[in-house]
């Protein structure tokens, strides 16, 4: 700041100096201007004198040696009229009036000389001072240029200080990034690398306090019991109450934000920028809430665990800019109807839908043929993807019979980060998967395309846990193939990968037995512990 200071002073100096310069030059010029007038007017002057010696000595011997010494006179037109050659008296007074008017010209030129010389007398005392002042402002340029070069100096070597503090602080970040990394993973493979959470949806109409078959412990956030009253069916024994005690990682009641689901989630959402594989997904009957937990509403409050998601890893990985990272985003949105795979972001013509298969690739990326897989940049070009989905979604609903909740979506986000300064990569899959409603049709009920359908889904939902179950159980071989969802998903659910899983639950009375179901799914799938998880770091 003083620097910048003594810098404006000095160019506010030089300006001056400048300006005073200026001056100073156009005050010679005007000098020498007036100089050349003086010179031009005394040599006049000299003239005038001897022309008026001339014609006061000389009229009387030769007057027309008179006319020829005053031709510029006599052009001027002075008012003297051609006198006959005997009018000697009338060309006498002609000569004296001429006379006259000459000295009262010699009066005011000098007069203007007198004028013009306390001019040159000012200007030149002028130029004297501006020299004097000149002299001082160089004089005080000097000095506040040594000034400046001396806290020049001094700026230059705190710079340098502050670098190398910069260059240590950097350091210093750069290694407590990968501490908190370390550390992060750890807490998360404390917490198990496959979570279950459990949520209860709230009774859409009706009293809450109604729903007495779904207990939730007050002081604790972990437990949920099922309570039913079974009749005696002989009427001979009392009524007997059946309960039935489930324990997860975390139970949401039905008063649960949005906002309080995924703040559980969201340490595990940053460790897909730190290099692991991520899959989370929501398991439950139709309507238990499964795409209200997983994409929500449209009002932020209301957002679900898709776009928070998004939210959190555009700000992680800007923030993480700072120490050198840079992150590439890839995203893809798929649909599996009855073992049939559907691009959600495909824009094409309905009628030219291309067919899809996974594929394995050699270093084992998994990808689907003919999908789009969409670069995105920030979190809005996410939300577009999710809202062409959501059309391509509900185009199907209307086509299919509500297909929607008879498939399973799932969200992908490849996720590619660079910290240069540093030579190191990473790479990890985000998996957002909205599963298909997990209730048995009767099978006395199902016919044609629904039984289709209901064979489909439950094949695949068995086939989850049966790979899930297998990797708990560290087997050599998981039947990831049984199903389309488990080879789609099989890099997330592998050894490689921290898994949440939602089990969504309905509160109405009617859904008891769905409701036991799911909870006995996910109480299974809560036992298994999958294999140490490691970052995909190069
Ligand atoms: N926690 C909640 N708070 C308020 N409303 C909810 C909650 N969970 C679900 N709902 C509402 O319940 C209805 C059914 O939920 P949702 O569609 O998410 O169920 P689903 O399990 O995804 O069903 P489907 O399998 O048909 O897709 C929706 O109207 C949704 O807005």
Redesign the pocket.
Known sequence: EKLATVKDDLAQTSTERDGLKKDLSKLSEEHKVLEGLRDHLESELRNIQVNIYTATFTPLINIRFVWLICPLSAAAGLGVSRRPGWDLKGKVSDMEAKVQNYQSKIKSVNLENDHLKDSITKAQKHKAEIEDENKGLKKRLGSTLRQCQDSLKESQELVRNLEETVARQREELHLGEMERRKLHNTIQELKGNIRVFC?V??L?TGNQSDVLHIQLPAHDNKALTLAKTEESHTGRTADTQKSYNFSFDRVFG?R?TQREVFEEISLLVQSALDGYNVCCF?Y??????????MEG?DLEDLWGVIPRAVQQIFKSAKALQEQGWQYSFTASFVEIYNETLRDLLYTGKPNKRPEHEIRKGCNNEITVTNLTYQKVNNEDEVHNLIMLANQNRSTARTGMN?H??RSHSVFQLDIEGQNSDRDTKCKSVLCLV?L??SERVQKSQSQGDRFKEMTAINSSLTNLGIVIAALANKESFIPYRNSKLTYLLQNCLGGNSKTLMFV?IAPEEESFGESLNSLRFASKVNDCVIGTASANRK
Do not use: E, I, M, V
């Open positions: 949520r949806r709230p859409l039905p649960a929501a439950g009957q139709t309507g238990s809430g499964k795409t209200f937990t509403g509500d929607s909740s909205d298909a409603g969504n």
